[in-house]
């Protein structure tokens, strides 16, 4: 079953401009993770909030969660041609297991 | 060099045939797991492994089936009962019993002649 949705399903923006994907999820959450996958390969583990820290910067990357509204953010600052991928969110429900359930991601394109 | 490795990149089953995809890791993680993504779609869970010879059904089971007789290895095969096996097949592993990042192989994907 779904957990997570990403919100665009694509997004298509010029080199230097900013780039922010949504994640809703529907049940409480003990960390939300967020992962890149290039066309064909194997997925990337980018950075994982845990359900009591709000924001988390890594590099050019910058999520925020906000566990009221139950959904999360990540925003790729001066995003470069490089950057285009897929972006996945991936949940675990609080007192459940500890399997990741996937969204279906947003797919970023970045023009040069 | 740590990682996780999948072969073959591509695979090809005929009609009525098994295939047997391969995973190994060597990152001395308790647990491996099996998904399948069909395009534009997210992961979808086949099977886990939270510890060596023993394994649990995720949502989408029928027709695959998956033995962990080694730590480093769980091996995927895909049935003939599975009627659409044509997808990307992603494995990957991580430290058991804790919320931590997986790390994936880079796929095999799966072709029917």
């Known amino acids: 079953s779904q957990q997570g949705e990403e919100d665009p399903q694509a997004l298509s923006i010029q080199e230097g401009e900013n780039a922010t994907m949504n994640c809703s999820y529907k049940t409480s959450i003990n960390n939300l993770q967020w992962y890149r996958q290039n066309s064909g390969r194997g997925l990337v583990h980018l950075i994982l909030i845990r359900s009591n820290e709000r924001e988390k910067h890594s590099g050019r990357l910058r999520v925020t969660l906000d566990t009221s509204k139950k959904s999360s953010s990540l925003l790729i600052t001066a995003s470069r041609a490089a950057d285009t991928a897929s972006y996945f969110c991936?949940?675990?429900?609080?007192?459940?297991?500890?399997?990741?359930?996937f969204g279906r991601g947003t797919s970023l394109i970045v023009h040069p | 060099d740590g990682g996780i490795t999948q072969s073959p990149k591509y695979l090809f089953r005929k009609e009525g045939q098994n295939v047997t995809l391969s995973c190994e890791q060597n990152l001395n993680h308790d647990a491996m797991y099996w998904y399948r993504q069909d395009p534009g779609q997210g992961l979808r869970l086949i099977y886990y492994?939270?510890?060596?010879?023993?394994?649990q059904k995720g949502d989408i089971a029928e027709g695959y089936s998956v033995s962990r007789e080694k730590k480093e290895s769980f091996p995927l095969t895909v049935t003939s009962a599975q009627k659409n096996p044509t997808a990307f097949y992603l494995c990957?592993?991580?430290?058991?019993?804790?919320?931590?990042?997986?790390?994936f192989g880079p796929g095999t994907r799966l072709l029917v002649l």
């Open positions: 990957a592993s991580s430290i058991a019993n804790v919320q931590e990042t997986q790390y």
């Open positions: 991936a949940t675990d429900q609080s007192g459940g297991s500890y399997i990741p359930t």
């Open positions: 492994s939270q510890i060596v010879n023993d394994f």
